[in-house]
């Protein structure tokens, strides 16, 4: 391992995969692991899947980049597709999750503009978490991420999930409140989700008082719970929509979707990005888009997931360590009566590859293409990843 990597992430084990298969990889000693996190919720159709390959072999024999100086006809069908999937009216495209919600920042700005509010303020939601850039680590409800980095942008106001008077009250007392902007299942802060009731109200208020309604569907996007986007659980329809990571299945790409009053902010000359939307990435989420579709992957992660979810509380609602098991579709937690950041290890050993959030969830973001046998081997890992951990522990 190179000493001239800077140290930025904890918990960066001494293997390196060499190559991956739908849902394994196989580290340089030719170990397989079963992959249960898919590079943080990314590789979506697991890893060399056909499709992706040959997207991204046949344009790189064509052409990777040319600038948003020119039309690029990959971008302009990608924002057809995805405003179709998603019901919103235009696409912007960038490279990542935090440009993509740095993105749906600035046009919360904007809007403020028009509503001639100079000191605009942005509700997000404790726990939660929106990227690292100066913008988005402003907006993340997390002190951890926070730490070391103010002073912070201070237009964010950080309120608990699911608690309709706070959210009331504070859009009430408030008029510098231009935009909300939230996860629907909370993926860095635990696997939380918002209700139903607790969605309805954010569009009711976003209504009543003209505000934007702005859903982070980085990590929840693209099929991860079973709905193209989260939000289609819940019957109601977001101004603003960020999608990132399994949109490229390993290619960088971020989005920022837009309908209604959020249309028409941005004008030329307002936002861009040197690589957004460039050809190589925007084929990569054309194939990952009709791959899903032509293999109807939606319903596939509606019954593994619940598949999965049902084995995993078969297994687990009677053991004395387990506290509960939460999530939706293919983006599940198992919370553990103990800070559990080391039984990432014991996975390793285990060849089972997640991760853990909020000190003691143990986050699963398995590929969307795994299969029932797949499931279960994953579940008869955990059992004994979990009983090895809590017997050393
Ligand atoms: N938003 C959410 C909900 C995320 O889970 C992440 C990354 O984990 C981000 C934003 C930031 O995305 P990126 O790391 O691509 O900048």
């Known amino acids: 391992m190179s000493s001239h990597v800077m140290p930025t992430y904890f918990n960066q084990y001494p293997i390196a995969f060499e190559r991956g298969a739908g849902a394994w990889l196989w580290d340089t000693e030719g170990t397989p692991y079963l992959d249960a996190l898919s590079g943080i919720a990314v590789c979506g159709l697991g890893h060399t899947h056909p499709a992706i390959t040959q997207a991204i072999v046949e344009q790189a024999h064509k052409v990777l980049h040319t600038s948003n100086t020119f039309k690029i006809p990959n971008q302009e069908k990608l924002a057809d597709i995805l405003c179709d999937i998603s019901g919103m009216e235009q696409a912007y495209f960038c490279n990542s999750g935090a440009e993509a919600n740095e993105t749906a920042i600035k046009l919360s700005r904007l809007y403020a503009r028009k509503k001639n509010i100079e000191n605009p303020s942005v509700i997000t939601l404790k726990n939660s978490f929106h990227g690292r850039s100066f913008a988005t680590l402003s907006a993340t409800g997390s002190e951890r991420i926070q730490k070391g980095f103010e002073p912070l942008m201070s237009d964010f106001?950080?309120?608990?999930?699911?608690?309709?008077?706070?959210?009331?009250?504070?859009?009430?007392?408030?008029?510098?409140?231009?935009?909300?902007?939230?996860?629907?299942?909370?993926?860095?802060?635990?696997?939380?989700?918002?209700?139903?009731?607790?969605?309805?109200?954010?569009?009711?208020?976003?209504?009543?008082?003209?505000?934007?309604?702005?859903?982070?569907?980085?990590?929840?996007?693209?099929?991860?719970?079973?709905?193209?986007?989260?939000?289609?659980?819940?019957?109601?329809?977001?101004?603003?929509?960020?999608?990132?990571?399994?949109?490229?299945?390993?290619?960088?790409i971020g989005a920022c979707m837009v309908r209604g009053k959020a249309c028409h902010l941005f004008t030329p000359g307002k936002h861009g990005s040197t690589f957004g939307g460039n050809p190589l990435a925007c084929a990569v989420g054309l194939a990952v888009i009709a791959t899903m579709q032509k293999d109807e992957l939606l319903a596939h992660v509606q019954q593994v997931g619940c598949y999965l979810r049902q084995q995993l509380t078969q297994a687990f609602e009677h053991h004395p360590n387990v506290v509960d098991i939460r999530g939706r579709g293919l983006m599940l937690g198992i919370e553990l009566n103990r800070q559990a950041m080391d039984i990432m290890s014991i996975g390793i050993k285990h060849r089972l590859l997640f991760n853990v959030v909020a000190n003691k969830v143990i986050r699963l973001l398995p590929p969307l293409i795994i299969t029932t046998k797949e499931a279960d081997d994953m579940v008869m890992r955990l059992k004994c990843i979990i009983n090895e951990f809590v017997s050393d522990n």
């Open 157 to 252: 106001i950080h309120l608990p999930i699911n608690d309709i008077e706070a959210l009331q009250l504070t859009i009430q007392q408030d008029p510098n409140i231009v935009a909300i902007l939230f996860e629907c299942v909370q993926g860095d802060g635990g696997i939380h989700s918002v209700t139903s009731d607790y969605i309805h109200k954010i569009r009711a208020l976003c209504n009543e008082h003209d505000l934007l309604m702005m859903i982070d569907e980085v990590q929840t996007g693209i099929g991860r719970t079973g709905q193209w986007f989260a939000y289609q659980h819940h019957d109601t329809w977001p101004d603003v929509v960020t999608s990132a990571k399994a949109l490229g299945n390993g290619i960088p």
